[in-house]
Every structure is written in C-alpha cells, then in structure tokens.
C-alpha cells in the first residue's frame, strides 16, 4: 500500500501528539477556570501574598469536656513582617453558633539569627456575638527561636461545631533555609487541637469588634481617643499579693515633648473605697539626642480623696530627665483591696498624639519589697508612704485643736465628715450665754433608746432665747469631763445630750446619751443638764 507524505507524518507522530495531549488536558482541569469549579485550597498572587482554607469536621474536635485549643501553626523559619487575615466561620453544631469572626494579626517576626518578635497585635474587625460566646481569640504565640507562629483560639467545651477558617498573608518574607515565598510557606502550614485539660475561665465575657459600638460592651477596648489632642487609657486592675508597702508602676520613655494635663482616676475598694481623682500639671522637653529631658511643670494636684483611699495610698508622677521617662506611681500601704487606675491625657498638638503617648505605657507592675525594685531606683516604700501620712495626720491634728478651742470638742482622729460638722456648729455671733455653775443634787433622764432611765448630777441653765448649741466642760487633774449637744437644728424632740468623761485628754473616754430634759415659757427656756460627776464646778456656753 502506497502512503501520501501527510499520512505517513500523521502515522509517526500520533503516540507523540497523544501524549501532548494527555498532559494538556491535565493542565487544564487543574487550573484556575472561568465559570468552573475549581479544586484547590491554595493560590497566591505574586510572591507576597496567598490565600488558604482549611476546613475543622465536628470529629476533628477532641469533644473531652474541656476548653480545646485551637493552633494554627505557620512555619517560616525566617522573617516575615505583614499583615495575616483570617475568618473563623462555623455553624450551628452542638452549640448555638453560627456568623463568622474575622481577625487581623499584625506581625513582625524574625528568626534565626535575629530571633526576635518585633510586632505581636490583633484586631478583632468583625464578628458575631454568638461565635465569641464560644470561641476566644487569643494573642499569637511566636518561637522566637525559629521564628514559626501559631495562631491561637480557644474553643468552649461543648462548641464542637464544623468550622471553616480562610487565611490571607500579605507581606515580606525572606529565609535563607526555608521556602523562597509566601505561598510556599501556607502551603506547609497546619492545623493542630489539643485538649487544655480543664475547663476553667469558661464560660468567658464574650470579646467584641475592637472597635467602640454604640450600646455594646466593648471589652475589648483599653484606650480610646477623641481626635489628636485626648486619649483616655484603663489599666489593668491592680492586685496587690501581700500585706505591707508594695508599688504598682508604668513608665514609658517620651519619644517627644509632652505638654498638657494628666488626669489619673483611681477607684478604690472595700476599706479605701472611693478612690481619688488626681490631676497633672505636665510642661516636659526632650530634646533631639542624647541631652536628657527637662521638666519646666510637674506638679500634681488632689482635685477629691477619700480619707480610706488618702491614708492607704500614695500617687506619684514621676520624671526622670536621663532616661526621658515618665513613671505613674501609686504606693500602697496596708489594705490589700484591688484598685482600677483610669488616665486621661489632654495635649497641645505635637509629635505625638495623646493617643500615642498612653498607648506607649505598659500594663504596669507590681514591687512588693525592696528587693524587687531595679537597680538605681530603690527607696524606702515606708518612708515616702508615711511621709504623706503623716502630713495628713498633722493637718487633721491641727484643725481638731482649732475646733475645740473654739468650744466643739474634736478628736484627731474624727473622720473629714465629723470634722466639718464640728466646723459648722462653732459659735458665730448672736445670742450666746455663758456661766459658771455648780453640779447639785441628782436627777432621772431617760437613755437615748428610751428603754433605762440614768442617775445623773445635774445644773440648771436658764437662757432668753433658743439655743442651738450646749456645751459644758469641767477639768479635774487628767480628767475632763464634758456634756455636749451640737445637733439642736433638727428640733428638740429629737436631739440628745451627749455626757462623757475623757481620762488622760481625749484617748479614753466613757459616754451615755440621754434625751433632753427642759421648760419653755415664750422665749425663756430651762435647761436641767446631766453632767459626768457633782460637787464640781462646770463652765457653761450655749449659742
């Protein structure tokens, strides 16, 4: 049989041209088509950036009663700085949980043999408040050593729910023994859950957006900003861990002047409940270099303290030129009741915006002896402490002495509220009597309660008008002995008359109350007053 040239071709090339085929045809089914289903979990675009799902079974999950933990492990074993996005998706399963979170983590991270985790953040963008009623987002764990990451969540112990998770990593990368890109690097990445062991923390405050939503309790939130100019940061609750003189400290070493006001509230507990508001008067210079900086104010004003918060804590601002640092301070003495510190920063326009500067603050620590304290910064806890106790002491001391000389007997250590009432009722002018009597006989008058009746000596007082203060007062050798009523405002059918005897000043003292015993006819009022002991003279004033 006689052949043309073109079949003779077409019979020697047609196992070559099947095979061509047969490998074209894989390449297509296996590509990225239009209008097709495509089988994949991995694409990329470029070298920078890729895109991989994973998908969590039900029976992926250990389902042991416990918190599970969640890993996503992303190997790079190099360097890598970017940002990696990923959507947590589920649906209803065991749990009632359904919607989507979606979670960028910002990262700067560098292996061998920089190892070092230059950047760790993530923000929560959106998310569905049922999901995070059973799943937690937590902080990315970095092997600094190998600069692998594993992206972490915790899951509730009985959200044993199917879950899609999507992951997009956008940014540089380099490794000088590992994949040559970012594609390469999700490809080999996995997902690893583990059982914690137990179920403690759960159920959990369910997180939210990490940004502020109206009506919404945004747990999330630690500092928020209204414009440039003013921040407003909440630090971490402080608790102390043992009793005697411990410090809670935050610094943060200024990157440019500061100038303007720094509010701290500070929310007291238990024995110092109430709290105090401080403000501070900043006016701080740094310079370019290495000059230390200059502080032209730092002055801190107590704007309201109460007595409780006032003798059990001191606060301090601090500035230190050689570091360019500021340092808030709050030095606790003996109550060991938690404390919540709330700083607000307004500035002048600047480098840095409010926000930057409480932003740059760490959590705070806590000293609780010398010992801990860093080298250089050392001091005596108790010293600084009573120091401003003893200030306050002295000051209390002094308007107590003021306010018995003026006839109201005051202790020094009567509260600020017993302290002002006292004020108030020191005579000011108008009808006044005064007299030098002599305690006879014994009388009857009734015990505030009303239940007894008690024997005192007594005098009598007649006077012109009504009084509304009653004062007397009789010394013998270390004993003072006194009967007073101040409260006379409210009506004398329920004010009572305080008789009291003081040995040795003011420290021990034995007191009754009794109720009132007097005459009225028009203006002229009668007083029978009870009185300590008889037989002595007693000094008599009533305004």
Same mark, same amino acid.
């Given at each position: 049989?006689?052949? %043309?040239?073109?079949?003779?071709?077409?019979?020697?090339?047609?196992?070559?041209?099947?095979?061509?085929?047969?490998?074209?045809?894989?390449?297509?089914?296996?590509?990225?088509?239009?209008?097709?289903? =495509?089988?994949?979990?991995?694409?990329?675009?470029?070298? @920078?950036?890729?895109?991989?799902?994973?998908?969590?079974?039900?029976?992926?999950?250990?389902?042991?009663?416990?918190?599970? *933990?969640?890993?996503?492990?992303?190997?790079?074993?190099?360097?890598?700085?970017?940002?990696?996005?990923?959507?947590?998706?589920?649906?209803?399963?065991?749990?009632?949980?359904?919607?989507?979170?979606?979670?960028?983590?910002?990262?700067?991270?560098?292996?061998?043999?920089?190892?070092?985790?230059?950047?760790? $953040?993530?923000?929560?963008?959106?998310?569905?408040?049922?999901?995070?009623?059973?799943?937690?987002?937590?902080?990315?764990?970095?092997?600094?050593?190998?600069?692998?990451?594993?992206?972490?969540?915790?899951?509730?112990?009985?959200?044993?729910?199917?879950?899609? /998770?999507?992951?997009?990593?956008?940014?540089?990368?380099?490794?000088?023994?590992?994949?040559?890109?970012?594609?390469?690097?999700?490809?080999?990445?996995?997902?690893?859950?583990?059982?914690?062991?137990?179920?403690?923390?759960?159920?959990?405050?369910?997180?939210?957006?990490?940004?502020?939503?109206?009506?919404?309790? =945004?747990?999330?939130?630690?500092?928020?900003?209204?414009?440039?100019?003013?921040?407003?940061?909440?630090?971490?609750?402080?608790?102390?861990?043992?009793?005697?003189?411990?410090?809670?400290?935050?610094?943060?070493?200024?990157?440019?002047?500061?100038?303007?006001?720094?509010?701290?509230?500070?929310?007291?507990?238990?024995?110092?409940?109430?709290?105090? @508001?401080?403000?501070?008067?900043?006016?701080?210079?740094?310079?370019?270099?290495? $000059?230390?900086?200059?502080?032209?104010?730092?002055?801190?004003?107590? /704007?309201?303290?109460?007595?409780?918060?006032?003798?059990?804590?001191?606060?301090?601002?601090?500035?230190?030129?050689?570091?360019?640092?500021?340092?808030?301070?709050?030095?606790?003495?003996?109550?060991?009741?938690?404390?919540?510190?709330?700083?607000?920063?307004?500035?002048? *326009?600047?480098?840095?915006?409010?926000?930057?500067?409480? %932003?740059?603050?760490?959590?705070?620590?806590?000293?609780?002896?010398?010992?801990?304290?860093?080298?250089?910064?050392?001091?005596?806890?108790?010293?600084?402490?009573?120091?401003?106790?003893?200030?306050?002491?002295?000051?209390?001391?002094?308007?107590?002495?003021?306010?018995?000389?003026?006839?109201?007997?005051?202790?020094?250590?009567?509260?600020?509220?017993?302290?002002?009432?006292?004020?108030?009722?020191?005579?000011?002018?108008?009808?006044?009597?005064?007299?030098?009597?002599?305690?006879?006989?014994?009388?009857?008058?009734?015990?505030?309660?009303?239940?007894?009746?008690?024997?005192?000596?007594?005098?009598?007082?007649?006077?012109?008008?009504?009084?509304?203060?009653?004062?007397?007062?009789?010394?013998?050798?270390?004993?003072?002995?006194?009967?007073?009523?101040?409260?006379?405002?409210?009506?004398?059918?329920?004010?009572?008359?305080?008789?009291?005897?003081?040995?040795?000043?003011?420290?021990?003292?034995?007191?009754?109350?009794?109720?009132?015993?007097?005459?009225?006819?028009?203006?002229?009022?009668?007083?029978?007053?009870?009185?300590?002991?008889?037989n002595i003279a007693y000094n008599v004033i009533a305004t």
């Amino acid at each position: 049989m006689t052949y %043309k040239g073109s079949e003779i071709n077409k019979q020697t090339l047609d196992p070559t041209l099947q095979q061509e085929i047969t490998n074209a045809t894989t390449k297509a089914n296996s590509s990225w088509q239009k209008g097709t289903y =495509n089988d994949t979990n991995v694409i990329n675009l470029g070298s @920078k950036l890729a895109t991989r799902t994973f998908t969590i079974n039900v029976e992926d999950w250990k389902n042991t009663g416990n918190i599970e *933990q969640l890993g996503l492990v992303i190997p790079f074993r190099g360097s890598f700085s970017g940002v990696v996005k990923i959507t947590y998706s589920t649906m209803w399963g065991s749990s009632s949980s359904w919607g989507a979170t979606e979670v960028v983590y910002n990262l700067g991270v560098f292996g061998p043999p920089t190892s070092a985790d230059k950047l760790n $953040e993530f923000t929560i963008t959106t998310a569905s408040t049922e999901m995070l009623r059973n799943y937690q987002i937590l902080r990315p764990y970095v092997n600094t050593a190998t600069g692998d990451v594993a992206i972490l969540l915790f899951k509730a112990p009985n959200a044993n729910n199917p879950m899609q /998770i999507t992951v997009t990593m956008d940014g540089t990368y380099n490794s000088p023994t590992y994949n040559s890109n970012i594609y390469s690097v999700l490809k080999d990445s996995f997902v690893d859950i583990s059982d914690i062991g137990h179920s403690n923390g759960y159920p959990w405050t369910p997180q939210t957006t990490s940004f502020l939503t109206a009506n919404t309790y =945004n747990s999330s939130n630690t500092i928020t900003n209204i414009g440039s100019n003013r921040a407003t940061r909440v630090f971490p609750q402080v608790n102390w861990v043992s009793q005697g003189i411990e410090l809670w400290e935050t610094s943060f070493y200024l990157p440019s002047s500061l100038w303007g006001l720094l509010e701290l509230d500070i929310a007291g507990y238990s024995a110092a409940s109430g709290g105090g @508001k401080f403000v501070v008067e900043l006016g701080i210079h740094v310079p370019d270099g290495s $000059e230390p900086s200059q502080a032209f104010r730092n002055y801190t004003k107590i /704007i309201s303290a109460s007595p409780g918060f006032t003798e059990n804590y001191y606060v301090e601002v601090e500035h230190r030129p050689s570091v360019k640092g500021l340092f808030i301070k709050v030095y606790k003495r003996v109550y060991n009741d938690p404390v919540t510190v709330v700083a607000t920063l307004t500035t002048t *326009q600047g480098n840095h915006s409010a926000f930057e500067f409480l %932003k740059g603050f760490h959590n705070g620590s806590l000293f609780n002896n010398i010992a801990e304290v860093p080298a250089g910064r050392q001091r005596d806890f108790d010293a600084r402490i009573t120091e401003n106790f003893t200030l306050f002491s002295s000051f209390k001391q002094k308007i107590a002495s003021a306010t018995t000389d003026k006839g109201v007997p005051t202790n020094a250590d009567a509260t600020s509220d017993q302290m002002a009432a006292n004020i108030r009722a020191i005579p000011t002018g108008g009808n006044s009597y005064s007299i030098s009597a002599q305690a006879a006989y014994q009388k009857q008058f009734m015990s505030a309660n009303g239940g007894s009746y008690l024997n005192f000596s007594y005098l009598v007082a007649s006077m012109s008008f009504r009084p509304k203060m009653i004062y007397v007062q009789a010394i013998s050798g270390a004993t003072t002995y006194t009967t007073t009523c101040i409260d006379m405002y409210d009506g004398y059918d329920t004010f009572t008359y305080k008789v009291a005897s003081y040995f040795g000043g003011q420290g021990n003292a034995i007191i009754s109350h009794v109720r009132p015993d007097f005459t009225q006819s028009g203006n002229n009022y009668t007083f029978n007053i009870p009185v300590p002991v008889g037989n002595i003279a007693y000094n008599v004033i009533a305004t």
